[in-house]
């Protein structure tokens, strides 16, 4: 009891010195070297089973490169002003490579995405509803860019009988 005593105030005391090194940084600011070593460290703290892995593993992603990947995702999906502090290179390639569909996107209503023939759901008297799609920036890997599809046949639909919506998953 008294080891995790002491590792849990060991562990705010990082909590207090991150949160006191970060207070008066722009969020979106590109970090020096220095900066990536020292965050590299405390998250190396966290995931350690000589630190605080046990106090806080469960919360952090599995590696720095999964909080740096993190990072850009809110990035990404930030204001305008935000994202413009990536460089254009980088922009231009999630622009180009990422923010615009690949086979399926994501949709409500109409004609579905067909990746197998489509499912027999789609032949039958159903309707789509919402369709979410493999997507890069979500970070949703659905199999080999493969969609999630909720169904409601027509009277159902017309009932607004919304228990009666089915999944459908397709994928390569």
């Known amino acids: 009891m008294a080891g995790h005593v002491r590792k849990a105030e060991s562990f705010s005391r990082l909590v207090v010195d991150t949160a006191t090194w970060v207070k008066d940084r722009d969020p ?68 180009e ?16 995405a067909d990746i197998q023939g489509n499912s027999e759901i789609g032949e039958d008297d159903n309707r789509l509803l919402l369709q979410l799609a493999y997507d890069d920036v979500m970070f949703w890997s659905f199999g080999d860019n493969g969609v999630y599809q909720f169904w409601i046949e027509r009277d159902d639909l017309v009932a607004r ?12």
């Open 97 to 112: 490579g990422y923010l615009l569909p690949i086979d399926s996107c994501h949709q409500m209503f109409g004609v579905p």
């Open 161 to 172: 009988n919304w228990d009666a919506v089915k999944l459908t998953f397709e994928c390569h």
């Open 28 to 95: 979106w600011a590109s970090m020096p070297q220095e900066d990536i070593d020292r965050l590299a460290s405390a998250y190396k703290q966290t995931q350690d089973r000589t630190g605080f892995e046990k106090l806080a593993g469960w919360r952090m992603p599995h590696s720095f490169e999964a909080m740096e990947a993190l990072t850009l995702r809110t990035l990404v999906v930030a204001d305008d002003d935000a994202y413009a502090t990536l460089p254009e290179a980088a922009r231009r390639v999630i622009n």
